[in-house]
Every structure is written in C-alpha cells, then in structure tokens.
C-alpha cells in the first residue's frame, strides 16, 4: 500500500503569514460558492509535549500547532486536523475556519516539522513518518487539549486528510480506545486493518477516481469487515480526485496521481462532516 498521501500542503507559515493568509481565504468567501466562516481570533502557535502511543515513534521535542477558538463562551468541543503528507498548509487553516464557525475549537498540528522533514509524499520518504507515527501525535493532541479550559475533555475528535486521513482512521483501533476520541473523519485515506476497529465513529469521504493508494476500494472492504455494533460510514463520489475538498488545489498529478477540488463534491462532504460531528460531539 501507498502509506504517503497527500500532494501539495505548504511549508511551516509563522501564525502572522497564517492570519494574512486567513483574511484573504475570508475575503474570497464572499465572491464564490465556498462558505468559509471567520474565525472570530487568529491561530495561537502552541506548543505539544509529546506522549507515548503504542506503535508510533514520537519525536524528541515539542510538536508545534496551532490552536483556534470559535467565538462565544466555552468550553468547546475539539477537533484535531491532521495534514497530508507534504506537511501543514493553508487547506488545514481553511477547515479550522469552518469548523470555527460550526461553534468547534480546531487544533492543526505539525507531524513533519518537529522529525526533521517538510513532507513525505515521495516513495522513499514514507517510512520517515508514517501514518502510525502520527497517531502518536493524536494522542499527544488529545492529552495537551484536555489541559485547556476552553475545551470540553469529553467532547474530541480527530479529522485527517490524506496521510493524516489514514491516521484518523487508525485512532480508531482499540488499542487507542484510552484517547476517548467521539468521532473521526477520514478524508481520502486508505482504511487498513478492519479487523482492529474499536467503537469510535469513523466517517469516510473520498473519490471514486482516487487513486492514490485507493481509498474507495480499501475503505469498502474495511466497511464489509465492520462489526454492525460499530459505526462506519463511507461516502464515495463518482468520478472524483485526490484532494477534492481543497479550493487551492488545480488539476495536478503528484507522484503519478491526479489531484483536483471538486466544488460539488466538497460542499456536499461539508455537510455530511457537519452533522457527523454534530451527531457524535453534540448530542
């Protein structure tokens, strides 16, 4: 299996380019069909002490993130956003926005910066930090927000794309049941291991064109393999690429795969992931 996803994210932006960068994806907001709410305060630039996962290599010093509150009074729940395999981008600012004005807290942390590589989408880069590694940084995630006023402890989930889709997935396992995450959410990543599936609500959205490590095909078996007492929902779309739900990304072929935003096929994946979390984060 192709472990190293992701295509085009960005290099590491200081939180002042993150704000410049915040501004201009609001001020499009309002000449196209994208619905990206502000965010009522710029990213704070945190700091995570890294703890120890079974199965993941930590890094040895802090993992930077970035940490957005919606507006109104707390505590909150949280989502954890993880990047692709190029590393943190706008296209993870952009979905802290969103779920900023869906009244969630947002927490984007960098899995690449704190292990001495900016990506890891080339075939022999993917064994530098794979999607195992970073559920090290899930747990670490969930351990630092549970720290924090502002959020609610009992009300966490994890969003991935890409590479760090296929980490959301894996925090699913059983072994992880201690994060006590309520939900998560895989976009475009290879489900692997159905067998190893705890009860964490897992949503999946990816496009039935992907192929890059073929996603629709390994999350349907993961589905069929699923227990009926655990909550697993797919949703492919026909005809679909790598990357759909981002704005920025133009047709591109990265590594030999085709990747492209797809405005009907994000908008419908927005709100599918905004009663998904609603449902499990809610309720």
């Known amino acids: 299996m192709n472990r190293g996803k992701g295509g085009r994210q960005g290099r590491g932006l200081a939180p002042l380019e993150w704000l410049a960068i915040l501004t201009l994806l609001v001020a499009a907001a309002g000449c196209g069909a994208m619905n990206r709410p502000a965010a009522e305060i710029g990213?704070?630039?945190?700091?995570?002490?890294?703890?120890?996962?079974?199965?993941a290599r930590i890094p040895d010093g802090p993992i930077p993130a970035l940490f957005m509150l919606p507006a109104g009074k707390g505590p909150f729940p949280a989502v954890i956003i993880l990047h692709g395999c190029g590393g943190r981008g706008p296209s993870q600012l952009i979905w802290a926005s969103r779920l900023n004005g869906w009244g969630y807290a947002a927490l984007?942390?960098?899995s690449m910066t704190p292990r001495g590589v900016d990506g890891v989408c080339e075939p022999e880069a993917q064994e530098l930090v794979t999607p195992w590694d970073r559920v090290g940084d899930v747990g670490s995630a969930v351990a630092w927000l549970r720290t924090k006023r502002e959020i609610d402890p009992r009300r966490i989930a994890v969003l991935g794309q890409s590479h760090g889709g296929t980490t959301a997935a894996l925090a699913t396992q059983r072994i992880y049941d201690g994060f006590?995450?309520?939900?998560?959410?895989?976009?475009?990543?290879?489900?692997?291991?159905?067998?190893?599936?705890?009860?964490?609500?897992?949503?999946v959205l990816v496009g039935g064109a992907d192929d890059w490590g073929q996603p629709a095909t390994l999350c349907a078996a993961?589905?069929?393999?699923?227990?009926p007492d655990e909550v697993f929902e797919l949703h492919v779309y026909p005809g679909v690429y790598h990357a759909f739900d981002n704005p920025d990304m133009v047709r591109t072929v990265s590594n030999g795969h085709v990747?492209?935003?797809n405005q009907a096929a994000a908008?419908?994946?927005f709100l599918r992931v905004h009663d998904f979390l609603d449902r499990w984060l809610k309720r």
């Open 180 to 203: 006590g995450l309520r939900a998560a959410i895989d976009y475009y990543g290879p489900c692997v291991d159905p067998d190893k599936h705890g009860k964490v609500p897992l949503l």
């Open 267 to 269: 908008e419908d994946s």
């Open 43 to 55: 990213p704070d630039d945190v700091r995570i002490p890294p703890v120890a996962v079974p199965m």
């Open 222 to 227: 993961y589905g069929t393999a699923a227990q």
């Open 259 to 261: 990747m492209e935003y």
């Open 108 to 110: 984007i942390p960098d």
